[in-house]
DNA sequence: ATGGATGCAAAGTATTTGCATGAGA
DNA sequence: TCTCATGCAAATACTTTGCATCCAT
């Protein structure tokens, strides 16, 4: 019992069947300590011997992002991302010189959270759902 | 002399030359309330006359961006947006239904800046050099 | 068995590249 | 004149769709 269980049992709850490529692709997402992307993944997919189709790793995506299994991120170079969406609220880092992408957790104070949703509400009469931050820079293997 | 006057020059100072396509393009860019794909700013050239080539919007937006004079919005639809980048700093709020794009300036005390980037740094050795905040929520129109 | 899942091919959309021609400086 | 800018076509990249087949339930 991995990490990946927790996410099959959604898939469940979602009416989804676990077939083997489900499950092979969950248990590369929880794994994955980056963002991958469908070539990735897919990639991925095939070096654990499933011979998948893109096809199926865009629905699957596509599915699980639906079903808010996984979230997705957009970056500057038009490829889509994808993590698991239960890995907690965090933010990305995002490096100018080698494209790591590494996670930072804000602490609570630090948050961009109630007092901006608020100040949005009242000044723009839009109301915030779910916000998105990234930090791009140079990362400590770059710098060195 | 309208508001693309300062772009012009920022264009002349970065070697680029001055030509018909480029001045309507900045113009438009500068009156345009919302970020640009390549795709509406193409038609907008046509629709003023100017029969440009996609090839040459896609030229000038990647020299553009690469002088600094616009900036690049990624969402989630795969499609590139671009804006003046002297429209000073401010962030996105992006409308789940109808996905109008509109800008908010957060007040100096709720932008996330001097004290996370700190902490990044001191925690990750992450060196921040800037960063996109977006909201995605639905709009005043969209809600009524 | 039966409806969702998969694979394959083809189509659709966004973006980039090569090369010949055109026009600012 | 001499580059840089432009247009066109073709190529590349990413993603989606149609349809026949397969398999988890």
């Known amino acids: ?18 077939t083997p490529v489900r499950r092979a692709l969950l248990q590369i997402l929880s794994s994955n300590k980056q963002p991958g ?18 096809t199926t790793v865009y629905r699957q995506l596509e599915m699980m992002h639906g079903a808010g ?4 991120i957009n970056l ?7 993590e698991l969406a239960d890995s907690g609220h965090h933010h990305h880092l995002i490096c100018l010189r080698c494209a790591r992408i590494d996670d930072v957790v804000l602490p609570a104070g ?7 949703a608020k100040m949005i ?9 779910r916000h998105s931050l990234e ?8 710098r060195e």
Chains 1, 2 share one sequence.
């Open 1 to 18: 019992m991995d990490d990946s269980t927790g996410t099959i049992n959604k898939l469940r709850a979602n009416g989804g069947r676990v």
């Open 37 to 54: 992307s469908p070539r990735q993944l897919l990639a991925q997919l095939k070096k654990k011997g499933f011979d998948a189709n893109k």
């Open 69 to 72: 299994i996984i979230s997705e």
């Open 76 to 82: 500057s170079d038009g490829v889509k991302r994808y």
């Open 110 to 116: 630090l948050e961009p959270r109630v007092e901006i």
């Open 121 to 129: 509400k009242r000044v723009k009469k839009f109301a915030v759902e």
């Open 135 to 142: 930090f791009f820079g140079v990362c400590a293997r770059c």
